[in-house]
């Protein structure tokens, strides 16, 4: 193994282990847990100012006196990292030259230049010890003898090597595979699904449907025909009517396993209570409204809703400082009960993303599980139009048996009616391969068609991906 050959990293390793394993054990209190940040966020803000030259002239009217001073409750004197930002940057927001890393990756490049996200050793270290500690138990309930297949996006992609890894550490044999490759294609991953008796699938909402899709073209049953126990999905927005149907598709626990972004890695991983949860050991958050950029208060029922900003809590390539996501999520901390003592997180879509329907704002979260709940369907998408007298319409289209589903299109137009107070059609027919493309480029992008607007660069980027994939 490789940690037995560098003793940094097998120490490294070995600390947070043993870190995380007292923290799910509900061994951190809050005091600890406050000092802990304080802490890693002087040493990650003092890094990244002595070894980026972004945060050199970024951070350049920070005093040492002030960052020796910094405190998780006090960050408003630090300016925000934005996406622009990482776009212009390039190189300059490494701390650490891609000679340092032991790996290069890079963001798909699809909604503007693609950004350097190499990862040194600490940075894999620090995230794959979330995903191993969060994972074990959601693995282990379905079995010690497991064959787990990984779809990912690129090669320059973070996936196959992050869940690869992980599921080393857990004793899992991995599969790698990539649908969209020329050389593999789907009717290939679909022979070695079966072949291998592939017991779960780390993959995108979208790749788990046009999986099922390709298998039911090739006259095969997913239910019946595979043996794929649990779905771990990331990489798109996900809402629990997604989430369940896939599941049915399936005919396995479909499971949202992670929130991360190239760039700012593991923010938060799915737990053995259903949740997503945050990791508070590695990173820093804060949620804002994306106008005021304000904090944003809880509401009544403890759940602050906005836009999330994270800071990297460890020294690696490329730590973030007050980095603005640009995705909007439920954010509540934690019940007594909880699998693992840190904050439940629900990613509800991009602030860009965002409709106004008949003068309500609705994110991509609350309308894809307001307008899928009633159904079964391997494909679908939304088309928004408007009347001549200024009334916004949406339109369904479902890749799904008419026969079967016909009968709730009822209930799913007044769903619409009730909720967003917005007439709803349904129909049935197949949406095209733009939809494949959510997590290269957005949700909206892939899954709603605007006729009120004009073209987006996003949409524009979506419909050149679509053209090349098999």
């Not at 995380?20 to 951190?28: C, D, L, V």
């Not at 980026?52 to 300016?79: C, H, M, N, W």
């Not at 904050?343 to 309308?367: C, E, F, I, K, M």
């Not at 619409?416 to 997590?439: E, N, Q």
Request: aromatic share 6%.
């Amino acid at each position: 193994m490789f940690t037995q050959y560098d003793p940094e990293s097998a120490a490294l390793t070995a600390g947070l282990r043993d870190q995380f394993a007292e923290f799910m054990a509900g061994e951190w209190d809050a005091e600890k847990l406050a000092g802990h940040q304080n802490r890693k966020l002087r040493e990650t803000v003092e890094y990244v100012r002595v070894n980026s030259p972004f945060y050199r002239r970024k951070l350049a009217g920070i005093t040492e006196e002030q960052v020796s001073a910094l405190r998780v409750d006090d960050l408003r004197g630090i300016p925000f990292t934005t996406k622009d930002d990482l776009r212009k940057a390039q190189f300059d927001i490494l701390s650490q030259p891609v000679s340092k890393a032991w790996i290069f990756y890079e963001t798909t490049g699809t909604t503007g230049a693609a950004t350097p996200c190499p990862r040194t050793n600490e940075d894999s270290i620090h995230n794959n010890t979330v995903l191993t500690a969060y994972y074990h138990d959601v693995l282990a309930a379905h079995g010690e003898e497991q064959v787990i297949g990984v779809l990912g996006p690129t090669e320059l992609h973070a996936t196959g090597d992050t869940f690869g890894d992980v599921c080393r550490n857990l004793g899992h044999a991995v599969a790698k595979m990539w649908p969209h490759s020329p050389v593999i294609g789907f009717d290939r991953a679909l022979e070695v699904m079966r072949l291998l008796s592939v017991t779960g699938l780390f993959c995108t909402p979208g790749m788990a449907m046009r999986l099922a899709q390709k298998a039911t073209e090739a006259g095969l049953d997913p239910r019946r025909d595979f043996s794929v126990r649990v779905l771990m999905l990331t990489g798109e927005l996900m809402s629990p009517s997604l989430l369940e149907n896939i599941g049915a598709l399936w005919g396995a626990e479909a499971r949202n396993a992670l929130y991360a972004s190239q760039e700012a890695s593991v923010l938060a991983a799915a737990a053995s209570d259903g949740a997503l949860r945050t990791a508070p050991l590695i990173n820093l958050y804060e949620v804002i409204d994306p106008e005021t950029l304000e904090p944003v208060e809880p509401d009544p029922d403890g759940v602050r809703y906005g836009e999330l900003v994270v800071t990297n809590l460890y020294t690696g390539a490329k730590p973030l400082v007050r980095y603005r996501t640009g995705d909007l999520v439920r954010m509540t901390d934690p019940a007594p009960d909880a699998a693992v003592p840190a904050p439940s997180l629900q990613a509800v879509g991009r602030v860009g993303d965002r409709l106004l329907l008949n003068g309500r704002t609705v994110n991509g979260y609350d309308l894809e599980d307001l307008l899928l709940r009633r159904f079964r369907y391997q494909d679908y998408q939304v088309t928004v139009d408007r009347d001549e007298d200024g009334t916004d319409r949406l339109a369904l289209t479902l890749l799904a048996d008419p026969d079967r589903e016909s009968g709730a299109v009822e209930a799913a137009v007044e769903d619409c009616r009730a909720t967003l107070d917005t007439p709803l059609t349904v129909g049935f027919g197949t949406p095209g391969p733009i939809t494949s493309t959510g997590a290269m480029v957005s949700w909206k992008a892939a899954r709603v068609v605007d006729l009120r607007t004009t073209s987006s660069d996003e949409h524009a980027s979506a419909v050149r991906i679509a053209a090349t994939r098999v």
